[in-house]
């Protein structure tokens, strides 16, 4: 089956120790994103690549970056995890980018920061 | 900006009881709206979707109709499972990248 696939699905670093969580996808969908979704609330959007355009959103803290190596693939990269980082984060994709483009989210890493 | 308000929860049903959760949106134009349904420790399950006014999106027994003058889109489902049991979420995405999410309503179902 197509799939958005997220590795690993539970995350724990340290404080301040780089850490970095990865997805994939089966769906060959052009754009893929990351969202970041904090205990009991809605997603918010980190960012998202267009094919290799990367796209900030204007409040995603420097501290978050990302890469897309290929099609398939997408990397979140958090460079000193704060206690604040701790949270879900999700990486979906969509075929293209549009209102009406639906978005495929995979099951999520849940990141613990000690 | 854009946003979405959706009723808060968590709200607490019978087996086979009728389901309204509420949802309005503000927005410059006429985004595509949407409803997501997450399961406990798992990601967002796209639910249903219309992307114009009076459209009207449904699945798995769940409906939503797309109200331009009022600015909604509820989610309501005849009889509800103990297997809906989750969280809905209500989405809108008008500028083509970001979805704007409500809140999220927990529905619990008991048999």
């Known amino acids: 089956d197509a799939m958005v696939i997220q590795n690993p699905r539970y995350q724990v670093t340290q404080f301040g120790k780089p850490v970095t969580l990865s997805c994939s996808q089966t769906?060959?969908?052009?754009?893929m994103y990351w969202y970041q979704q904090k205990s009991s609330q809605a997603p918010k959007l980190l960012f998202h690549?267009?094919?290799?355009?990367?796209?900030n959103e204007a409040d995603t803290p420097d501290n978050f970056q990302s890469r897309r190596p290929n099609t398939s693939f997408c990397f979140l990269d958090i460079r000193s995890p704060g206690l604040g980082d701790a949270a879900m984060y999700l990486c979906?994709?969509?075929?293209?980018?549009?209102?009406?483009?639906?978005?495929?989210f995979g099951p999520g890493t849940r990141l613990t920061v000690t | 900006g854009n946003s979405v308000t959706q009723m808060e929860g968590p709200v607490t049903l019978s087996e086979e009881a009728f389901l309204t959760i509420n949802c309005t949106y503000t927005?410059?134009?006429?985004?595509?709206l949407f409803w997501y349904v997450q399961y406990p420790g798992e990601g967002l399950q796209l639910l249903l979707k219309?992307?114009?006014?009076?459209d009207k999106g449904s699945n798995k027994g769940f409906e939503a109709t797309y109200r331009k003058e009022t600015t909604s889109f509820h989610l309501e489902k005849g009889s509800v499972q103990v297997s809906d049991s989750a969280v809905y979420f209500c989405a809108s995405n008008q500028a083509g990248t970001a979805l704007i999410f409500g809140k999220g309503t927990t529905l619990s179902v008991s048999s």
């Open positions: 690549y267009y094919d290799k355009d990367f796209n």
């Open positions: 927005a410059t134009g006429y985004p595509s």
């Open positions: 769906l060959n969908h052009n754009v």
């Open positions: 219309a992307t114009k006014a009076d």
């Open positions: 979906a994709t969509s075929r293209e980018q549009g209102p009406s483009w639906e978005q495929y």
